[in-house]
């Protein structure tokens, strides 16, 4: 059943990311995380330039940074080839920029196979200073034929067994080490392309939380949310759909348990279309995808659904803050078709409805780590 609803203001206005043109604007974080065979492929959103420094937009704040930050801009930083093939990047804007246009002409008039893959990479690998990953599907789901190419700089982690991690970029330790904390809670469990994307939006929500409070990361040149790209049914398909939510609650009472951010993410064109509502209104942000040249149409409508949620409590007791969870939320009913969250008009009155079964499960881990 769909429960509580929650109101909100009209919206505030539209903003469109742009990357830095400047020559030493640089990409921070690409992570490729394979747990038990499964390809998870992440990337932060961040643009930074460490000679440069100015106050930015946040859009997990819907603010303005209170210091300045080397981050001059937003950009998606992975594409897709023909849905077979998906490459991430980090290092200097321009030669990505130069060396995605290598890889879409190479491509436009050759289909994506292992031989056309080895072939440009070979040609391209040493053209560029930047580093990129290159990940080739397997056809049937055989996981064990999946290609994976690199160039250039990266960490690699295999110190878990059925896990590996390849991160590229300022925020790739730290990236690796909560993905490493967060594989601890899930291991053992039955993996499936679901299971390994919700442990990574785990570390997702971690690092986007830590951001609402301190701009620790950031001072890093990295952040500013995340692009996530799985591999289901023989293609790499973005992580569309998806919201962070994230909550407040009194312990001596969880049925004060009260939203106080809602960021839907998802995608048009290539692009991270971001709506981020809270009490005092809601901003959409549009991400460009790095070397699309696609003309947008600003005229993002306000509306949002969500079936895979992951949620952040804040935990107080007598407005003294005690601690955060992190709540993974999704339906393994396959006949089930209603939404986790999603926005609503009623009586001319804008606002966001859930799940009651979502909000149940919401009281019951907090309820769980209370105990």
Not at 100 to 126: A, C, G, Q
Not at 209 to 225: D, F
Request: charge should be negative; proline fraction near 2%.
């Amino acid at each position: 059943m769909l429960g509580k609803s929650y109101e909100y203001p009209i919206i505030i206005g539209i903003f469109t990311a742009t990357g830095s043109n400047k020559k030493f604007a640089i990409m921070t974080l690409v992570s490729v995380v394979n747990s038990h065979g499964n390809i998870v492929v992440v990337s932060d959103r961040a643009i930074s330039d460490n000679y440069e420094s100015n106050k930015i937009l946040l859009p997990s704040t819907n603010d303005y940074t209170n210091q300045p930050t080397t981050i001059v801009g937003y950009n998606v930083k992975t594409i897709l080839v023909k849905e077979i093939l998906c490459i991430g990047f980090s290092g200097i804007v321009y030669e990505i920029e130069l060396l995605i246009s290598d890889i879409e002409d190479y491509f436009l008039h050759r289909p994506v196979n292992k031989d056309t893959l080895m072939e440009v990479f070979s040609e391209l690998k040493d053209r560029y200073s930047c580093s990129a990953i290159y990940v080739l599907g397997a056809q049937g789901n055989n996981k064990d034929q999946i290609l994976v190419l690199r160039s250039g700089y990266w960490i690699i982690d295999q110190s878990r067994i059925d896990l590996e991690i390849i991160s590229s970029g300022s925020g790739a330790a730290d990236w690796t080490s909560e993905v490493l904390e967060n594989f601890i809670i899930v291991e053992g469990e039955l993996f499936d392309s679901k299971f390994s994307r919700q442990f990574v939006l785990q570390s997702c929500i971690k690092f986007l939380g830590n951001e609402r409070i301190t701009q620790e990361i950031l001072s890093n040149g990295w952040g500013g949310g995340f692009d996530i790209i799985y591999y289901d049914d023989d293609k790499f398909k973005r992580l569309d759909n998806v919201a962070y939510a994230f909550f407040g609650v009194d312990i001596s009472n969880i049925n004060t348990l009260t939203p106080l951010s809602i960021i839907h993410q998802g995608y048009s064109l290539g692009n991270a279309i971001i709506k981020h509502y809270e009490k005092r209104g809601f901003q959409t942000y549009v991400i460009p995808e790095l070397g699309n040249k696609t003309v947008f149409d600003d005229n993002v409508c306000s509306e949002s659904i969500a079936y895979e949620v992951i949620s952040c409590i804040h935990l107080f007791k007598e407005k003294e803050h005690i601690s955060d969870i992190a709540v993974l939320f999704w339906d393994n009913d396959p006949s089930n078709v209603e939404p986790t969250l999603f926005t609503t008009r009623e009586g001319g009155i804008f606002g966001i409805k859930f799940r009651d079964i979502y909000f149940e499960k919401l009281k019951e881990a907090i309820e769980n780590y209370l105990s």
